[in-house]
């Protein structure tokens, strides 16, 4: 599975690449600090799942998911931030959002959260999973 990293922090990216890197049947294909680098990357590859961290500041998530998905119509997307309020995380996965993990659970739980959404399944922190 190709997966493409959005995110604007060096040592947290530099983290999440090591865990998926280490990780069987993953590959990190690029990276961006931004929204836009993002969608710039997918007119040209497309890749299968993009991690993008709440934290970039170049656009609002609603539009990048619908913007993502029209150059990329089958790309997953897993959001990762702080604490959400559940509604407005169902109204993301309702939108097409394939997962939603906090980012303290990144460095024990993102490659499972990554399996999971590929095998077709919705991933949520198990903090939120229990609202």
């Known amino acids: 599975m190709d997966i493409f990293l959005t995110v604007d ?3 947290l990216l530099g983290g999440l690449i090591s865990r998926v890197a280490m990780a069987e ?3 990190v294909v ?11 990357w997918l007119q ?6 993009i991690v993008i961290d ?6 609002e998530y609603h539009q990048f ?10 790309v997953k997307l897993l959001l990762m931030g702080q604490e959400k309020d ?14 939603y993990m906090l980012r303290q659970d990144a460095h024990d739980r993102l490659v499972a959260a990554i399996y999971a959404i590929g095998q077709g399944e919705r991933y949520l922190s198990p903090q939120l999973q229990s609202r």
Do not use: F
């Not at 690029?30 to 710039?40: D, V």
């Not at 559940?86 to 997962?99: D, F, H, I, T, Y």
């Open 9 to 11: 922090h060096p040592m």
């Open 25 to 27: 049947g993953l590959k």
């Open 30 to 40: 690029g990276s961006a600090s931004t929204a836009e680098g993002t969608l710039e």
């Open 44 to 49: 040209k590859h497309p890749v299968d799942l």
């Open 54 to 59: 709440d934290k970039v500041p170049d656009q």
């Open 65 to 74: 998911l619908k913007a993502a998905q029209r150059l990329c119509p089958h």
């Open 86 to 99: 559940p509604l407005e995380v169902e109204k993301l996965l309702a939108q097409g959002l394939s997962g």
